[in-house]
């Protein structure tokens, strides 16, 4: 079916909580660095966001998450709005540098017993904690080091990872190991355009292969300290359509498609790096040693996909690498979000469908989803009308998927309130709550409404 054709169908489904399943988990996403604020308090260390956010030219407009939504200080407060909203599932990330300074050896007791007090009142609040152990900030002293390009990394992780588990295992049932591993490789370690800024195949290679390592390091350590714990980690992926039926434009989006969406969960299940359909890949051998295609395997509980969008690729001599370049949304006449991403439901559910064709994958979350417009604050409410539609037109294709028996077992919002979104600053609002970053002033967008009315039905 082509995309209207996708959209009519799935609109036929009635759109309540209860269409799917009692045993399906509602909840919404967030990340340390772009929450959090108090970046240097109570012992904190320097994370690579810290440091690039003061390069000149790396942040729109000059900004920076130093402050963001101040959730280290005003942390019980946001807890008793989700609370409000009806949220009883919260993903968080753990700042690493909070807890390891230098990110590794002497930790730092302060950053222990705040998320400690995080997961508390959650608990008291009747609200589940989901914990993302890596989501991008990882501490500069480790980067300075290498960072992801240093094998010593494994050790590194498995450090943090062990901390983690014997600090908050007793009470968080629910981890996730790595958010988006080809965004942090690829934006970090080849474009240079997130921290810590490096370029090239040289950085990016072997930060993909220590990843992909660590997401079974991780894995590991938690199964092995928290037998009983649910475990997963967390896949970026969008829908690859190819520009045209030509022969190379056809191999272009396989090629696309095997850096987005398979780079990192084919190793995970055993069946190696797609190099068949990406020839550059073969490159990354000389970072392969003994046992490694081995660790590379673990069996999570579940995987988290976190889909937006789809992307139209046609064929490119000019790309290096790769011969396939990206159609932008906006040439190609189509609505988008103010991140110029293609709004098109069906995306998700051809994302659930590929995920659900690999058979040893137990679970499918979706840990992100959501959509930046902008908002217009009137007599003090915002009536975000396109991100409500977004959300609704979104859910009714997981809704489809669950009906054609595909595995999709939980759906976390991106996200709770307006954040700091990487390199695009305060710009882009992604929240169901609308945050005024100057007097830190929450207001609970019509979306938020929305999902509050539909989490209680």
Known sequence: MNGR????????FQLNKDSFGKDFVWGISTAAYQIEGGHDAHGKGISIWDTFVFKKGNINLGQ??????EFYYRYKDDILLMQAMNIKDFRFSISWSRLLPLGKGKCNQAGIDFYNKVIDFCLECGITP??????????QDLEDKGGWTNRDILGWFEEYTTLCAKSFGDRVKHWMVLNEPVVFTGAGYFLGVHAPGRKGLKNFLPAVHHATLCQGVGGRVLKADLPRA????TFSCSQITPYSQRERDVKAAEKADALLNRLFIEPLLGLGYPSENLKVLNRIDKYIRPRDTEDMVFDFDFIGIQNYTREVVRHSYTVPYLQAKIVPAPKRNVKTTLMDWEVYPPSIYAMLEKFNAYKSIHKIIITENGAAFEDFL???????VERLDYLKSYLHQVLRAKRKGLKADGYFAWTFTDNFEWAEGYFPRFGLVHVDFKTQKRIIKTSGKWFRKFLKD
């Open 5 to 12: 054709s996708d959209r009519a169908v799935s609109h036929n």
């Open 64 to 69: 920076h998450g130093q402050d963001a939504c």
């Open 130 to 139: 989901w914990i993302t152990l890596y989501h991008w900030d990882l501490p």
């Open 230 to 233: 649910t475990i997963g980690t």
């Open 378 to 384: 009137i007599k003090g409410e915002i009536h975000d």
